[in-house]
């Protein structure tokens, strides 16, 4: 089980960041990667279109799950974790995040 305290203290270092938003969330894919084993990727969606944007790498994830993580943006995951206070710590972290940016 993934700790929601640390999860969330690495996504506030990691945001604190000014680095571009696509280095951001391949960062994020990345994290995501390493305490969940889970690979990702983030995509911009247009209506009902999602549109890969960055992730882990360019090889495409066969989704187990779509996560609309705020207005406009949304996760792709090949498996998510069952009742996990840690993932649920980052969904909210990286859709409140999406949302500062976009509004910025």
């Given at each position: 089980m993934a700790?929601?305290?640390?999860?969330s203290d690495r996504l506030d270092a990691l945001f604190a960041s000014s680095s571009p938003l696509g280095e951001l969330l391949s960062m994020a894919a990345e994290l995501i990667l390493d305490v969940f084993g889970i690979r990702t990727q983030f995509c911009e969606?247009?209506?009902k279109r999602w549109s890969f944007f960055r992730g882990i790498d360019d090889d495409a994830v066969i989704p187990a799950a779509r996560?609309?993580?705020?207005?406009?943006?949304?996760?792709?995951a090949e498996s998510v974790p069952?009742?996990?206070?840690?993932?649920?710590?980052l969904l909210d972290k990286l859709g409140g995040f999406l949302k500062n940016r976009a509004e910025h």
């Open positions: 700790n929601a305290t640390s999860i969606i247009y209506g996560i609309e993580l705020s207005p406009g943006w949304g996760m792709i069952a009742a996990e206070e840690g993932w649920r710590v």
